[in-house]
């Protein structure tokens, strides 16, 4: 059974750093590349970033690009994504979630809360 | 980036009836590369259509997917109550690789 589990989550101050953790298990993981896709409180899914099986490929959405790496550890199963510079929009659920075939996203994990906030 | 426009934003159906849920992009999606999620309140999205038509493994076929080029429909046959959630599109074809507000199908 696939199995994404985000933690890393938390309460943050603006201007801050925080590093998320998806750690995945049920399939070849170093055969797939993943995605991270954050919601704010009440809003929509917006891409936040992706990196292929070989690291090759990295993609960064438009409002975290150069606050934000993505990186992954095969050894470990687990993707990550390091943020720094924080600000009071970046406050959203994380959800990873695996990107298969041409790119359609078919496995989420339940999410993780960061909240950025004084 | 391409924007996806979704609409509308809130449609308000009884059971039974047919869905019909719209999304169009800015500009042409690639080859197609269109999917469909269904998020319900505190869950993760679940993948329902990718490449504009295909149905996800699991998903009834009450659920079809058609369009090309910038403008694609999501068509829910028989709506069940389980039906009633948000749904959003997303095109995969070119970073960022974006979603649409979203459509909140209600019960009416």
């Known amino acids: 059974e696939v199995q994404l589990v985000e933690s890393g989550g938390g309460l943050v101050k603006p201007g801050g750093s925080l590093r998320l953790s998806c750690a995945a298990s049920?399939?070849?993981?170093?055969?797939?590349?993943m995605n991270w896709v954050r919601q704010a409180p009440g809003k929509g899914l917006e891409f936040v970033a992706s990196?292929?099986?070989?690291?090759?490929?990295?993609h960064y959405g438009d409002s975290v690009k150069g606050r934000i790496t993505i990186s992954r550890d095969d050894a470990e199963n687990s993707v990550y994504v390091q943020m720094y510079s924080l600000r009071l929009e970046d406050t959203a659920v994380y959800y990873c979630?695996?990107?298969?075939?041409?790119?359609?996203?078919?496995?989420w994990g339940q999410g993780t809360l960061v909240t950025v906030s004084s | 980036e391409i924007v996806l426009t979704q609409s509308p934003g809130t449609l308000s159906l009884s059971p039974g009836e047919r869905a019909t849920l719209s999304c169009r992009a800015s500009?042409?999606?690639?080859?197609?590369?269109l999917a469909w999620y269904q998020q319900k309140p505190g869950q993760a999205p679940r993948l329902l259509i990718h490449?504009?038509?295909n149905r996800a493994a699991g998903i009834p076929d009450r659920f079809s997917g058609s369009g090309s080029g910038a403008d694609f429909t999501l068509t829910i046959t028989r709506l069940g109550p389980e039906d009633f959630a948000v749904y959003y599109c997303?095109?995969?074809?070119?970073?960022?690789?974006?979603f649409g507000l979203g459509t909140k199908l209600e019960i009416k």
């Open positions: 979630a695996r990107r298969y075939g041409d790119g359609w996203s078919d496995y």
């Open positions: 049920g399939f070849a993981f170093s055969d797939y590349s």
């Open positions: 990196i292929s099986s070989s690291r090759r490929y990295i």
């Open positions: 500009q042409s999606v690639n080859n197609h590369f």
């Open positions: 490449g504009a038509v």
């Open positions: 997303q095109q995969y074809g070119s970073s960022p690789y974006s």
